[in-house]
C-alpha cells in the first residue's frame, strides 16, 4: 500500500482493556522476553531501550499494552518499520489506558498482516487484554495497534497468523498475499545477519517498479528460504517482480519463485556504511544444492584424511625423522585450515566472534605456506646438499626443528598483526588500503568494494611465500637433473643401484610439485572470485574450488603411503599372533613403510636426515 490513500478499513474494532487494574508495580523494571520487546513505563524514562527478560509472574499480572513500535517512535506504512515520531501522543494515552509495560513488535509471528482501523470507529471496553474484529478474538502477543507516521485518523493493527495464511491459499483471488522478509518483525539485516532494529522493513515506496501490486498484504517472517544455498542481490543488480499473487520472477529466468523461494530485506553493511535493498534467492535450486552438498561432504572427508594422515605419522611411524615432524605440522595447520573453513562454509561461526575468526583463518592461512616453504627448504636440503660429514646428534637435528618452528611461526605472526594493525587502523594510511573484513564469510574482504586494495594484504604475504617455495622447489629440481644426468654417465654395471635411487628421488620430487600445486590451488581460486563479471573464469574458479576441496585426500595418498602403510600393519599384527619375527624386525616392518619422501637415496641425505 503504497499510494495517498489506504485501499480498505477494518469495520468497527473493539480492543478490552482492563482499565481499573491497579498499578502496583512502578518501581519494577521487566527482563526481556525473548519472544518480544518490552519496555517498563515510568515517568522519568518516556522512551525507555528494551531490556533481555523472561516470562514471569509478575509480568503476567502487569497491565500491558501491546503496541506495534517502541516508545517514541510510529508505524511507517510505506516501508513496514518505525520512523521516529515523539511529537505524536503516544496511543495508549490517546485510549486513556494506564499501562505499566508496553510491548513492541511482533517476534514470534510467522507471519504479520497490516490492516487499518479508523480512530473513529475503535472501541475501548473494561475486559483482558483482546482484540476483536468482527466477533475473531486476539490475545496478547497475537496482536499489536500503533499510530501511523502517514495519517494522523488511522490506526495500524498488525495481526500475527500462523505460515499456511501465506502458503496454502489461492493468492489470485481476493485481496490476500505475502511477500517473505528474511529477519523477523523487529529485526533489520545487518550484514546479512538479522539484528535487533525494528527502523528498517521493506522499502516498499522507494521500489514500487518490484512490487506488482501495493495494496494491503501479509508479510512472512524469517525462515529459511527453501533451497540449499541463497544468492543475495541488490535490487539495482537484477531486475525482479513480485506479482500480484506474491511469486517472484527474475528478468531472463524462466523460473517462479514461491513465498518459500525467496526473501527480501534492507542490508546495512557495516565495513562501507551502505544500506542496500536486497533479494535472497535460489538461483538453478537443484544444481546449486548439489554443488553446496558435495563441497560440504568433500571438506568433511578432506578433514578425516588430514587426522588419518596424522595417526600414521605418531602412532605408526613415531616420527623418528626430522621430515616426518615437519610433515605432522604442515597437516596440522592444513587440517586447522580446513576444520575452520567447514565452520564458514556450515554457517557455524557467531557474528559475536567474525573478527576474531577472521584474524585467525588469517594467520592459518598464511602459515600453511609457511610451513611449505619450512617442507620444500628440508627436502632441497636432503636433495641437493653435496656435504659429507658425520650423522648429526639428536640435539642437532632438535635444533633445526626449533629454528623451523620459530620461522613457520613468526611469518604469519607479523603479517597477521600487519593486517590487525591495518584493520584497526592502529597506523595511518590511505583509505583505499585499508584492510576490511567481510562479515558474511569472517574472512579479509577479497571484493574490492569501491576500489578497495585492502586484500593485498593477504595476497602479498602469499605471494612472497609462492615465490619462495618456487625457487626451492626449481633448486631442488635442477639438483636432481644434475645427478641423474651424472648416473647415466656412469657403466652399466655402476649405475644399476644409482639408477633406482635416482627414480625414487624423482618420486619425491613430483610428490613435492603436487604438494605445491593443490595448496597454491586454494589461493588461485580466490583471486578467480575476484572476476565475479567474467562467467568462464567464475565456472573455472568453481571446478578448481571443488577440486582442492579434497585436498585432505591427496595429501593422505602422498604422504602416508596407505598402500605400505596397510602392508606393515598387517605384517606386524602377523608377526604378533605367529611369533616369528622378533621385535627388531617387527619394527623393521613399520619402517618399511614410511614414505620415500624419508628414504631419499643419497648418502649424504642419509646422513643429514637421521
Known amino acids: 500500500m503504497v499510494g495517498t490513500s489506504i485501499g480498505s478499513f477494518l469495520g468497527l474494532v473493539t480492543l478490552f482493556f482492563n482499565r481499573n487494574a491497579v498499578n502496583n508495580l512502578d518501581t519494577y523494571v521487566p527482563e526481556y522476553l525473548p519472544a518480544s520487546y518490552y519496555f517498563f513505563r515510568n515517568l522519568s524514562d518516556p522512551y525507555p531501550t528494551p531490556k533481555p527478560v523472561e516470562e514471569d509472574e509478575i509480568y503476567e499480572n502487569s497491565i500491558l499494552f501491546p503496541r506495534c513500535c517502541q516508545p517514541g517512535t510510529v508505524y511507517d506504512v510505506h516501508n513496514k518499520g518505525c520512523v521516529p515520531d515523539n511529537n505524536t501522543v503516544p496511543i495508549d494515552e490517546e485510549l486513556n489506558i494506564a499501562v505499566n509495560l508496553i510491548q513492541s513488535g511482533l517476534v514470534n509471528c510467522k507471519v504479520v ?32 495497534i500503533d499510530n501511523t507516521a502517514q495519517w494522523n485518523d488511522v490506526y ?62 501479509g508479510m512472512m517472517y524469517g525462515g529459511n528460504v ?117 565452520l564458514r562454509i556450515f554457517n557455524m561461526v557467531s557474528k559475536s566472534i567474525c573478527i576474531p575468526f577472521a584474524y585467525t583463518y588469517f594467520f592459518i592461512t598464511i602459515s600453511r605456506l609457511s610451513w611449505l616453504n619450512v617442507l620444500s627448504f628440508e ?111 656412469m657403466s652399466d654395471s655402476d649405475s644399476a643401484k644409482h639408477k633406482r635411487r635416482i627414480l625414487k628421488t624423482g618420486i619425491v620430487i613430483l610428490k613435492l610439485a603436487l604438494i605445491m600445486g593443490v595448496t597454491w590451488i586454494y589461493y588461485l581460486y580466490s583471486y578467480i572470485l575476484s572476476f565475479k563479471g567474467n562467467e568462464t573464469l567464475q565456472h573455472i574458479g568453481d571446478v578448481i574450488g571443488f577440486a582442492n576441496t579434497f585436498e585432505g585426500v591427496y595429501f593422505f595418498i602422498i604422504f602416508a603411503s596407505p598402500w605400505k602403510t596397510i ?15 622378533s621385535a627388531r624386525s617387527s619394527t623393521s616392518s613399520i619402517n618399511a613403510g614410511i614414505s620415500v619422501v624419508t628414504e631419499l637415496p643419497m648418502k649424504t641425505i642419509n646422513q643429514s636426515n637421521n
Open 113 to 144: 498482516v497490516d490492516r487499518y482501523v479508523r480512530k473513529h470507529d475503535l472501541k475501548v471496553k473494561k475486559g483482558n487484554a483482546t482484540l476483536e474484529i468482527e466477533g475473531t478474538a486476539f490475545q496478547k502477543k497475537k496482536f499489536c
Open 379 to 489: 627436502i632441497w636440503r636432503n636433495v641437493g646438499s653435496s656435504k659429507a660429514g658425520v650423522i648429526p646428534v639428536r640435539q642437532t637435528r632438535t635444533k633445526r626443528m626449533a629454528y623451523y618452528t620459530i620461522y613457520a611461526l613468526l611469518i604469519p605472526v607479523i603479517f597477521t598483526l600487519t593486517f590487525i594493525f591495518g584493520y584497526q587502523e592502529i597506523y595511518s594510511m590511505p583509505e583505499r588500503f585499508q584492510p576490511l573484513v567481510n562479515k558474511v564469510s569472517c574472512f579479509i574482504d577479497m571484493r574490492g568494494v569501491d576500489g578497495n586494495l585492502g586484500h593485498l594484504f593477504l595476497y602479498i604475504p602469499v605471494s612472497t611465500l609462492i615465490i619462495i617455495n618456487l625457487i626451492l622447489f626449481v633448486n631442488t629440481t635442477l639438483e636432481y637433473l644434475k645427478r641423474r644426468a651424472a648416473v647415466q654417465r
Open 156 to 217: 495500524v493493527v498488525r495481526l500475527c497468523k500462523e505460515f499456511d495464511y501465506c502458503v496454502n491459499v489461492d493468492r489470485n483471488v481476493g485481496n490476500e498475499w505475502c511477500v517473505h522478509k528474511c529477519c523477523y518483525d523487529g529485526f533489520q539485516s545487518v550484514d546479512h545477519k538479522c539484528s535487533l532494529n525494528d527502523r528498517m522493513g521493506i522499502h516498499v515506496k522507494n521500489n514500487t517498479h518490484v512490487y506488482e501490486r501495493t495494496d494491503n498484504y
Open 226 to 342: 527453501d533451497c540449499g544455498r541463497t544468492i543475495w542481490k541488490e535490487f539495482q543488480e537484477v531486475n525482479i517482480t513480485i506479482q500480484a499473487n506474491g511469486v517472484l520472477h527474475v528478468a531472463g529466468d524462466s523460473r517462479e519463485y514461491q513465498i518459500n523461494d525467496y526473501c527480501l530485506g534492507t542490508n546495512y553493511d557495516t565495513t562501507t556504511g551502505k544500506i542496500s535493498d536486497m533479494v535472497y534467492y535460489c538461483e538453478f535450486r537443484t544444481a546449486l544444492y548439489v554443488k553446496w552438498i558435495l563441497v560440504e561432504i568433500a571438506t568433511i572427508i578432506t578433514c578425516i584424511c588430514f587426522v588419518l594422515t596424522l595417526a600414521v605419522y605418531i602412532f605408526i611411524y613415531r616420527l623418528r625423522k626430522l621430515i616426518q615432524k615437519i610433515i605432522v605440522c604442515f597437516c596440522a595447520v592444513n587440517l586447522t585450515f580446513w576444520f575452520m573453513y567447514g
Open 567 to 581: 602392508k606393515s600393519i598387517l605384517k606386524k599384527v602377523k608377526a604378533r599372533n605367529s611369533n616369528a619375527f
